[in-house]
């Protein structure tokens, strides 16, 4: 694949919108657009010396209010880059956190359903595992409150092909409904899997980070490297376009075993769904988003300021008493009226579409290496659909936690939780929480066509405002999404009219996606830190999940950022962060 070019980068993706406004048979509490904390966009500049910030950080999803709040902690005393900042202004930092959007959380948001004060729909992220560094510590740092996320449980339903089993049933070969190659056969799509990874790596299974990382350069399979093979094409000559099309429908993503990478999505299955032992899931009780929201409100508390509503729209190098500094040009909603802020550092804590569509004439891409790192990864869509009821129909049948699987386009149903059995709730409170659907690639589309035309597009324009979080979902979505849950359950399943709905895309702008994998041919090992410092004649630097090793998880975001506080601005670890944690190339 070209490299992009700078014309390329104003291209729209086509976005897809996030949500509609709910109609037909739901009640007046389920048209109620979920509740998003809005804080005014400040007015006036951004001041500084000279009007220059010390560090402009960009976007307040986790990885911008992680970097903002690490910029001012204790540990940043010990910083010689930020020591030296310090002195020319007389002991005090100016941090500035900037987003365009009414929120903070990027792709974490968190929505309480009407009549469900103690339960949080997670429309983006909402889980992470024990073994993941720094999340799992900053969690207890922060003093969060956690509970297990159940995902398999042996009484749960899968419904391929119109069959239907349960999970326990999956070494079962008369009832899975696929022809499957011995060395599959009896097996569940994890240890099918596994058992296919370590055809290539042996081993696999037990690997940590370190060890994936000194492997990657050289693995290969037929004198090929792996990064160079495509894990779609590596699973088809390896079990079958049978044993491919179980893989893909019995994990519930197709993401899993699509054309990406094969290296790094082994790695990530490894990792993330069938390694051994086993990790813990775990969820924020309060919600995901309550992370981004604590280290914002620490960072504040710290003398940092938080600029909402604020877009930048491109971004300059310029001299200022003789210091050569970066000139961002923002647009500040509602009304869009124009901002320039300065800055000695910059941290574009930003996926990989906000990036693109940056002025094309920003200088950072003038770089041919930055453009080609850029597009080294591929975005995925996934989408989200959430359902509040009176009551756990769903426990009628014997199913209280994890999930069902399935080929229709809901692929997977959440069990998630009950008001009236959440920490502190009142017990009498029935009404229930269902992730009705969680899905990705095509499926996607499948649910988007049921969305509100005038509400799907949404143009790229200087003049329009980031669309702020809307995600309740409309009366067709829901209603074939009953339809579906009534087939995967059936006939027995006695599933009432919903009282809430909210349907969440990450495809549309800024986003661009839900998570990346990279390329096929992508030396992650490489890009990673290229991309954590750009540019080596300017104080810019990148991080988040979408260039890491963690991509689509909050520990991959966390984790670049930190690397890049510790690599480009000199911070020590953290004291909640043992020293012996690995954070990768």
């Given at each position: 694949?070209?490299?992009?070019?700078?014309?390329?980068?104003?291209?729209?993706t086509g976005a897809l919108g996030a949500a509609a406004i709910v109609d037909g048979a739901l009640g007046a509490?389920?048209?109620?657009?979920?509740?998003?904390?809005?804080?005014?966009?400040?007015?006036?500049?951004?001041?500084?010396?000279?009007?220059?910030?010390?560090?402009?950080?960009?976007?307040?999803?986790?990885?911008?209010?992680?970097?903002?709040?690490?910029?001012?902690?204790?540990?940043?005393?010990?910083?010689?880059?930020?020591?030296?900042?310090?002195?020319?202004?007389?002991?005090?930092?100016?941090?500035?956190?900037?987003?365009?959007?009414?929120?903070?959380?990027?792709?974490?948001?968190?929505?309480?359903?009407?009549?469900?004060?103690?339960?949080?729909?997670?429309?983006?992220?909402?889980?992470?595992?024990?073994?993941?560094?720094?999340?799992?510590?900053?969690?207890?740092?922060?003093?969060?409150?956690?509970?297990?996320?159940?995902?398999?449980?042996?009484?749960?339903?899968?419904?391929?092909?119109?069959?239907?089993?349960?999970?326990?049933?999956?070494?079962?070969?008369?009832?899975?409904?696929?022809?499957?190659?011995?060395?599959?056969?009896?097996?569940?799509?994890?240890?099918?899997?596994?058992?296919?990874?370590?055809?290539?790596?042996?081993?696999?299974?037990?690997?940590?980070?370190?060890?994936?990382?000194?492997?990657?350069?050289?693995?290969?399979?037929?004198?090929?490297?792996?990064?160079?093979?495509?894990?779609?094409?590596?699973?088809?000559?390896?079990?079958?376009?049978?044993?491919?099309?179980?893989?893909?429908?019995?994990?519930?993503?197709?993401?899993?075993?699509?054309?990406?990478?094969?290296?790094?999505?082994?790695?990530?299955?490894?990792?993330?769904?069938?390694?051994?032992?086993?990790?813990?899931?775990?969820?924020?009780?309060?919600?995901?988003?309550?992370?981004?929201?604590e280290l914002v409100r620490r960072f504040e508390a710290e003398g940092g300021t938080v600029h909402l509503h604020?877009?930048?729209?491109?971004?300059?190098?310029?001299?200022?008493?003789?210091?050569?500094?970066?000139?961002?040009?923002?647009?500040?909603?509602?009304?869009?009226?124009?901002?320039?802020?300065?800055?000695?550092?910059?941290?574009?804590?930003?996926?990989?579409?906000?990036?693109?569509?940056?002025?094309?004439?920003?200088?950072?891409?003038?770089?041919?290496?930055?453009?080609?790192?850029?597009?080294?990864?591929?975005?995925?869509?996934?989408?989200?659909?959430?359902?509040?009821?009176?009551?756990?129909?769903?426990?009628?049948?014997?199913?209280?936690?994890?999930?069902?699987?399935?080929?229709?386009?809901?692929?997977?149903?959440?069990?998630?939780?009950?008001?009236?059995?959440?920490?502190?709730?009142?017990?009498?409170?029935?009404?229930?929480?269902?992730?009705?659907?969680?899905?990705?690639?095509?499926?996607?589309?499948?649910?988007?066509?049921?969305?509100?035309?005038?509400?799907?597009?949404?143009?790229?324009?200087?003049?329009?405002?980031?669309?702020?979080?809307?995600?309740?979902?409309?009366?067709?979505?829901?209603?074939?999404?009953?339809?579906?849950?009534?087939?995967?359950?059936?006939?027995?399943?006695?599933?009432?009219?919903?009282?809430?709905?909210?349907?969440?895309?990450?495809?549309?702008?800024?986003?661009?996606?839900?998570?990346?994998?990279?390329?096929?041919?992508?030396?992650?090992?490489?890009?990673?830190?290229?991309?954590?410092?750009?540019?080596?004649?300017?104080?810019?630097?990148?991080?988040?999940?979408?260039?890491?090793?963690?991509?689509?998880?909050?520990?991959?975001?966390?984790?670049?950022?930190?690397?890049?506080?510790?690599?480009?601005?000199?911070?020590?670890?953290?004291?909640?962060?043992?020293?012996?944690?690995?954070?990768?190339?």
């Amino acid at each position: 694949m070209g490299k992009p070019t700078r014309r390329d980068l104003l291209k729209g993706t086509g976005a897809l919108g996030a949500a509609a406004i709910v109609d037909g048979a739901l009640g007046a509490s389920a048209r109620a657009r979920p509740l998003v904390e809005d804080r005014p966009g400040q007015a006036g500049t951004v001041e500084g010396e000279h009007g220059v910030l010390d560090v402009a950080v960009i976007g307040a999803g986790v990885s911008g209010a992680y970097a903002a709040w690490r910029l001012l902690g204790p540990e940043a005393k010990h910083s010689p880059v930020l020591d030296r900042l310090r002195r020319r202004r007389g002991g005090r930092l100016k941090v500035g956190l900037f987003e365009g959007s009414e929120r903070v959380g990027g792709r974490l948001f968190s929505v309480t359903p009407p009549g469900m004060p103690h339960l949080r729909a997670e429309l983006g992220g909402m889980r992470y595992l024990n073994n993941q560094p720094v999340i799992a510590d900053l969690v207890d740092h922060l003093g969060l409150p956690t509970d297990p996320f159940p995902v398999d449980e042996s009484q749960n339903l899968v419904y391929l092909r119109r069959h239907r089993f349960t999970q326990s049933q999956w070494g079962d070969p008369t009832v899975v409904p696929y022809d499957l190659p011995a060395a599959i056969r009896g097996k569940s799509p994890d240890d099918a899997l596994v058992s296919v990874i370590e055809r290539f790596v042996p081993g696999a299974a037990g690997m940590d980070q370190q060890a994936w990382d000194k492997i990657k350069p050289t693995a290969s399979a037929d004198g090929r490297h792996l990064y160079d093979i495509g894990f779609w094409n590596l699973l088809l000559d390896a079990v079958g376009q049978e044993g491919w099309a179980f893989l893909r429908a019995g994990f519930g993503y197709g993401s899993v075993v699509a054309n990406v990478n094969s290296i790094e999505a082994m790695e990530a299955s490894v990792a993330d769904f069938v390694g051994s032992p086993a990790p813990q899931y775990l969820l924020l009780r309060n919600g995901y988003q309550t992370v981004p929201k604590e280290l914002v409100r620490r960072f504040e508390a710290e003398g940092g300021t938080v600029h909402l509503h604020h877009q930048v729209r491109r971004i300059d190098r310029e001299t200022v008493h003789g210091e050569q500094v970066m000139s961002l040009a923002l647009s500040v909603w509602p009304g869009g009226r124009p901002l320039t802020v300065r800055a000695r550092h910059v941290v574009l804590a930003m996926p990989q579409r906000s990036i693109e569509l940056l002025d094309p004439d920003s200088f950072l891409f003038t770089s041919d290496q930055f453009l080609s790192d850029l597009g080294s990864i591929v975005p995925r869509p996934a989408s989200k659909l959430f359902l509040g009821y009176d009551r756990p129909w769903w426990e009628d049948l014997g199913l209280s936690k994890g999930r069902s699987v399935t080929d229709l386009p809901l692929r997977q149903t959440y069990y998630w939780g009950v008001e009236g059995k959440q920490h502190g709730a009142d017990p009498a409170n029935r009404n229930a929480l269902l992730l009705a659907s969680y899905n990705d690639l095509g499926d996607v589309e499948f649910w988007n066509e049921l969305l509100k035309r005038p509400q799907r597009l949404a143009p790229v324009s200087v003049t329009r405002p980031p669309r702020p979080m809307d995600a309740a979902a409309p009366g067709t979505l829901v209603d074939e999404a009953q339809r579906q849950l009534r087939e995967l359950h059936g006939r027995d399943a006695r599933i009432p009219e919903p009282t809430s709905a909210y349907f969440q895309d990450w495809v549309q702008d800024p986003y661009g996606a839900a998570f990346h994998f990279w390329q096929v041919g992508a030396k992650s090992w490489e890009i990673m830190p290229r991309m954590r410092h750009p540019l080596h004649d300017a104080n810019l630097y990148v991080c988040g999940d979408a260039y890491s090793t963690g991509q689509g998880w909050v520990y991959g975001a966390l984790t670049q950022a930190e690397l890049m506080l510790e690599e480009h601005f000199g911070l020590p670890r953290p004291t909640w962060l043992p020293p012996s944690v690995y954070l990768g190339s």
